[in-house]
């Protein structure tokens, strides 16, 4: 199942860089949280958040270093950004939003209705977020010209063993 959300996530990403970015975009490895691990949310520079509530609990992060959020919130709103603040926050978190529409529709025919929360944006290092532990987590990397980013959906669902 597990090599089947990170193919949903590629899906997704690709869909965004298709639609509204004239970016290549290149997947690279997946990774998935081992059972025994309790959850812990990323830990990078700017991450975008979106939240699943209804058919599965969980959500989407799009994270990545500062440069690269500027330069991808820049290139999907055609407009010249300094800092991911603003306008590129916005635009980064609705890139996200893009991701996790994906994986809603394509989750949805198998887990009933998921509703997403608006985007959340997060930037800096000094700050902690906390989930709940028993989350499962696949984090699909990829890179561009702007450089490495990667989608987590991060989620429980009842009877999901890896």
Do not use: W
């Not at 997704?12 to 081992?34: C, Q, R």
């Not at 450089?147 to 009877?159: A, D, L, R």
């Amino acid at each position: 199942m597990k090599f089947e959300f990170a193919q949903m996530i590629k899906d997704s990403v690709h869909e965004l860089f298709e639609a509204y970015m004239p970016v290549d975009v290149t997947p690279g490895p997946m990774v998935s949280k081992k059972e025994a691990d309790p959850y812990r949310p990323p830990d990078t520079e700017v991450t975008a958040v979106i939240n699943f509530s209804g058919g599965i609990q969980g959500g989407v992060h799009l994270a990545c270093p500062t440069h690269t959020a500027v330069e991808l919130a820049a290139s999907f709103a055609d407009e010249d950004f300094k800092v991911i603040s603003g306008e590129a926050g916005d635009a980064f978190g609705e890139m996200n939003n893009i991701i996790a529409g994906g994986l809603q529709t394509r989750l949805s025919d198998h887990y009933g209705s998921i509703n997403l929360t608006p985007p959340t944006l997060i930037t800096g290092s000094d700050y902690e977020m906390h989930y709940k532990t028993n989350f499962h987590s696949i984090k699909q990397y990829f890179k561009c010209e702007s450089g490495p980013f990667f989608v987590e959906f991060f989620f429980y669902i009842e009877g999901y063993a890896p």
